[in-house]
């Protein structure tokens, strides 16, 4: 069963850059797509951006400017920098297989393993 | 505002059937497959629909999905007090190339 542990800090200053991490466990990183989803506190889900494991990546626009996603095949983990951080980027993060494949004359997608999520709280 | 659109809250009675919506467009739902998650309260969204109908192994074969056009559906069986949670529909979307979710629902089992 594969397993995804989020981990950094849970509290970053204004103007700072959020670093968190991303270990994933039960299986390897290697030939999957990964990603990064946030929530912040009582509202709905926004997808910030995947990385592939060969390290290409696409990010969502609203946040490209700021969002850097990497990946470190020799420690099946992957990680997340959102740079020049405001309030409005308190959130739960959470880390996600993002899984893909053509078949059947069709592409699929899910997102089908999440981690447990990791408050991040931007304050001074 | 959100992507995709759902109804901010449904609710039903232990033993019901009830279902919620997903409306979206031809370059997220009409171009590709919907997922469906359940987020109990406190904890990170669970999959619970894939690819339009499929459940993923132990998933009660309570929860199906449906998906015609530009819409999809979620339906629950069978109404118990533990379905009781925030319930997103997802699909990519072709356009922006981002994935894009409903604004959530919240269930109630009154």
């Known amino acids: 069963q594969v397993q995804l542990q989020e981990s950094g800090p849970g509290l970053v200053k204004p103007s700072e850059t959020l670093s968190l991490t991303c270990t994933v466990s039960?299986?390897?990183?290697?030939?999957?797509?990964w990603s990064w989803i946030r929530q912040p506190p009582g509202k709905g889900l926004e997808w910030i951006g995947y990385?592939?494991?060969?390290?290409?990546?696409n990010y969502n626009p609203s946040l490209k400017s700021r969002v850097t996603i990497s990946v470190d095949t020799s420690k099946n983990q992957f990680s997340l920098k959102l740079s020049s951080v405001t309030a409005a980027d308190t959130a739960v993060y959470y880390c996600a297989r993002d899984r893909r494949y053509y078949g059947s004359g069709s592409y699929y997608r899910r997102l089908d393993y999440w981690g447990q999520g990791t408050l991040v709280t931007v304050s001074s | 505002q959100s992507v995709l659109t759902q109804p901010p809250s449904a609710s039903g009675t232990p033993g019901q059937r009830v279902t919620i919506s997903c409306s979206g467009s031809s370059s997220n739902i009409g171009s590709n497959t919907v997922n469906w998650y359940q987020q109990l309260p406190g904890t990170a969204p669970k999959l619970l629909i894939y690819?339009?109908?499929q459940r993923p192994s132990g998933v009660p074969d309570r929860f199906s999905g449906s998906k015609s056009g530009t819409s999809a559906s979620l339906a629950i069986s069978g109404l118990q007090s533990e379905d009781e949670a925030d319930y997103y529909c997802?699909?990519?979307?072709?356009?922006?190339?981002?994935?894009?979710f409903g604004g959530g629902t919240k269930l109630t089992v009154l």
């Open positions: 039960g299986g390897s990183i290697s030939s999957y797509y």
């Open positions: 690819s339009n109908n």
């Open positions: 997802a699909a990519w979307d072709d356009s922006l190339n981002v994935w894009v």
């Open positions: 990385i592939y494991y060969s390290g290409s990546t």
